[in-house]
């Protein structure tokens, strides 16, 4: 039973969350210094404990309503969009960005870990039978593979139209690969696994045809950009899977609120790498530009992703 001491002591927290509420509600998140910010998030995520062991209290109906309506309001604070500008779109990209997806870097890390275990396991079904390969892929790319073909060769004659529908494409993938998080994260670990598998065929139909420098300076230029968004993807997913498995403290429905938000802020990020890495596909990885440039420009731009994602991480850790 929950003491009128606890409730005295813990009002106190209360009515601070109310006051920065309250500065929120009229002058917006910006009011606030970086100081109170943390303070923000730490009295939600206290407020959120308090509503949970006061829920297990018949006779605090009243703290219980109290509590709700608070933590509501502070999730909206939080959580809800706010009018996005020109700036504060920069902003996003350029400063937070980096942060959010360093902090759900370990959702990142398991996705990327499920896709390689796929190519693995490609790798080592096309090598102990060589027939799967034709099955995997089917017979048209398999065809052209044994022809010494790239069958990306249709790309560079409809430039424009192709990237708009590379773009497309890309996009809807690392879109489905969040949203199958809903299913407890089984299509979003099933979707990571097949595209894992997928480049592990192809690889080694490649390189069984004397095809892999062709394949790889195709892949790489764009790749680079294209393979890290889906990892990031399947990421959001799997944080919007945990959500939903292990709410914590939260109820269920609070919980999906809070991952699933955390989770598009992690998703959206890859907008302009999926745009740029579709335009990429379709004007330069099926040129005719020499092996070793597209290789350079690949490892070029993977190093400007690296910078890009931990910029300011010197600056947190002190």
């Known amino acids: 039973m ?24 009229q002058q917006g998140l910006h009011a606030l210094s970086r100081s109170e910010l943390r303070e923000l998030g730490l009295l939600y995520r206290q407020t959120a404990t308090d509503l949970s062991a006061v829920r297990g209290d018949p006779s605090s ?7 709700n309506q608070l933590l509501g309001r502070a999730h909206n604070a939080i959580y809800s969009g706010q009018k996005k500008t020109v700036g504060g779109i920069w902003q996003f990209y350029r400063q937070d960005y980096p942060r959010i997806f360093r902090q759900f870097l370990p959702y990142t890390t398991v996705a990327t870990a499920i896709f390689l275990l796929g190519a693995i396991a490609g790798l080592c079904f096309s090598l102990a039978d ?15 593979i044994e022809r010494h073909e790239m069958w990306t060769h ?13 773009m497309t494409n890309n996009l809807t993938v690392s879109f489905m690969a969040f949203a199958a998080g809903i299913t407890a994260g089984i299509g979003t670990l099933y979707m990571m696994f097949f595209n894992g598998m997928m480049i592990g065929v192809i690889g080694i ?11 790889w300076s195709f892949v790489s230029p764009h790749g680079v950009l294209e393979l890290p968004a889906i990892f990031i993807a399947g990421g959001a997913g799997l944080r919007l899977a945990r959500a939903l498995l292990f709410p ?25 790498m999926l745009i740029i890495a579709g335009t990429i596909e379709a004007f330069f990885s099926p040129s005719s530009v020499l092996a070793s440039l597209k290789f350079a420009a690949a490892a070029a731009l993977f190093t400007l992703l690296i910078v890009y994602l931990w910029s300011g991480s010197q600056n947190e850790a002190t």
């Not at 060589?130 to 052209?144: E, L």
């Not at 790309?155 to 590379?166: D, E």
């Not at 914590?248 to 302009?272: H, M, N, Q, W, Y």
């Open 154 to 166: 249709s790309i560079v004659s409809i430039k424009p139209q192709a990237s708009s529908a590379i």
């Open 248 to 272: 914590g403290l939260l109820s269920r429905r609070d919980s999906l609120a809070v991952g699933g938000t955390e989770a598009v802020r992690l998703l959206v990020g890859v907008i302009p």
């Open 2 to 25: 929950i003491s009128v001491s606890w409730i005295n002591k813990r009002q106190t927290y209360w009515s601070r969350l109310e006051s920065l509420l309250a500065r929120v509600k």
């Open 205 to 215: 139909a490649c390189a069984t045809y004397g095809m892999s420098v062709a394949l």
């Open 130 to 144: 060589p027939d799967y390969m034709r099955a995997f892929i089917g017979p048209t790319m398999m065809s052209s």
């Open 61 to 67: 109906v009243q703290q219980s309503r109290y509590l």
